[in-house]
Structures are given as C-alpha cells and as structure tokens.
C-alpha cells in the first residue's frame, strides 16, 4: 500500500467517524462510498466491495465506541435501550456477517442502496415532537427496539455496515426515543453489534489489514470531534443533516448500480 492510499484511507477514516459521532451512526452510510469511489477517483488505489465491507466493519467498531463514550459523558445513553437493541442486533450482524461471504458483491451493493433509501424516507417522520420531548422522560418499549435493532442488524451484518445510519431514524419513528437519547443509545447498540460483525468478518477472511489500520486511525479522533459537534446542533439540525448525508449517499449508490 502506497504513502498516497494510506493517507487517503486516514483522511476517510477520519470523515466517516466524525459523521458517525455527529448522527449517532456508525458512518458506514459514508464510508462504503467514499472507500469505493474516492481512492480510485485520486488514482492512489482501490478496494472491492468486499473489502470495502471488511474496513468498514472495523471502522464502525471503532467509531461508534469513541462517539458512544463522548455522549455518554452528557446523559445521552439510555442503558436499557442499550441492552435491548444491542444483543438482538448483535446477533443479527453476526449471521448477516457469515453470510455475507456467500452474497455477490452487486447484491451486497443493492442492500445498501435500500438502506440508505429507507433512512432518508424516515429522516422527517415526527420531527414535531423532538422540542416537546427532547429533556422530558420517556418510557419505550423493549420489544419494538429489539425488533428495530434485528432487522437492521442483518442486512447492517451483509453489507459491513453497523446499520445506525437506519437504526437512528427506526427508533425515531416505530421505538419513540428522544432524538438526543436515540443518537448516543445507538451507537452504544452499533458498537456492540459491530464486534459480532466484525468477528463475523475476521473469521471469514474479510478483513484487509493495511487499509483497516490506516481507516481506524483517522477514526478515532473523528469520532470525538462529531460528537462534540452534535451537542451544539438543535434536534431539527441532526435530522436535515441525517437526511443530507444519506440522501447523497443513496443516490450515489443507485447511480453505481443502475449505471451497471
């Protein structure tokens, strides 16, 4: 791997982190793309899908640990959203994980396409309620967020992803959570759901180690500078800036697809 690509990987790993801690999302919604498009774009390197799955996989662990320890510091995780989402979830990306290796790399592309569609379909629904709601208490149901939490933990587990860029706007809407609560719970969930994808992955072969190390590097810090961004942004922000991001997400994924 070339001084290039490696600093290239760095300056990603770095970007996805910071919108995982600034949305609550393990950024894989913007590290699949950028992983698959912009190194070829600069003419330093390339990875496939696969591979592209395998470094982001780690980079979500990462991420989404470092962004759930910052909000965690403001109040901003609820323990027992994190127990209930985060072993379903975490069981989910695993077999999703597993069975990733048996998925084409074109389906594994098409899952995330519909992803990232669902999450910007969502981004608005019940906005109105989030000044009303944001520091008031709130009761939830354990069931419907382990339910949230499973179905996206394995098509998150297929395509190498730790799925709260969905995950966030689901709780919004079928769970009910506050969107501050919901940011920091989900990445507590992503992050616990990410180590089973991510031994899913690793055991299979999945995981390139030169590109995963120059990723989570820039990772880290990312992560803490998205998450002290986040504190400063209203509620109705997070969600034009949720919407914005996935937006341009899905319709550069839909544009891969159909254009091939």
């Known amino acids: 791997m070339t001084l290039a690509f ?33 190194p070829p774009l600069l003419g330093v390197g390339q990875l496939d899908i696969k591979e592209v799955a395998g470094v982001t996989m780690a980079q979500v662990l990462v991420a989404a640990s470092a962004g759930m320890l910052a ?3 403001h109040g901003a995780v ?13 069981i989910a990306s695993f077999v999703g994980a597993l069975a990733s290796k048996y998925v084409s790399g074109r389906a594994l592309l098409f899952v995330f396409a519909v992803m990232v569609t669902t999450a910007a379909a ?41 799925g709260g860029f969905l995950l966030v706007p689901l709780l919004l809407v079928v769970a ?4 501050r609560v919901t940011i920091g719970s989900s990445l507590a969930i992503t992050a616990l759901a990410a180590i089973s994808g991510f031994t899913g992955k690793l055991v299979t072969g999945q995981i390139p180690l030169a590109p995963t190390l120059a ?27 949720l919407f914005a ?16």
């Not at 009910?176 to 969107?179: L, Q």
Request: net charge positive; aromatic share 8%.
């Open 122 to 162: 969502l981004a608005f629904v019940g906005a109105g309620r989030d000044a009303a709601r944001n520091d008031g208490p709130f009761a939830f149901s354990r069931l419907r967020v382990g339910a949230v939490a499973g179905t996206v933990g394995l098509a998150a587990g297929l395509v190498g992803a730790g």
């Open 6 to 38: 490696c600093l290239t990987l760095l300056a990603l790993g770095f970007a996805g982190a910071f919108v995982a801690g600034l949305l609550g999302a393990g950024g894989a919604f913007v590290m699949i793309p950028l992983l698959l498009y912009v």
């Open 215 to 241: 990723v989570v590097a820039g990772a880290i810090p990312g992560a803490r500078f998205g998450a002290a961004m986040s504190r400063r942004l209203p509620p109705f922000g997070l969600r034009v800036a």
């Open 176 to 179: 009910d959570i506050p969107i």
């Open 71 to 73: 909000h965690r510091r």
């Open 78 to 90: 609820n323990t027992g959203i994190v127990w209930a989402g985060g072993v379903a979830m975490a």
């Open 245 to 260: 991001f996935v937006t341009v997400t899905a319709i550069t994924v839909w544009a891969d697809l159909l254009g091939h």
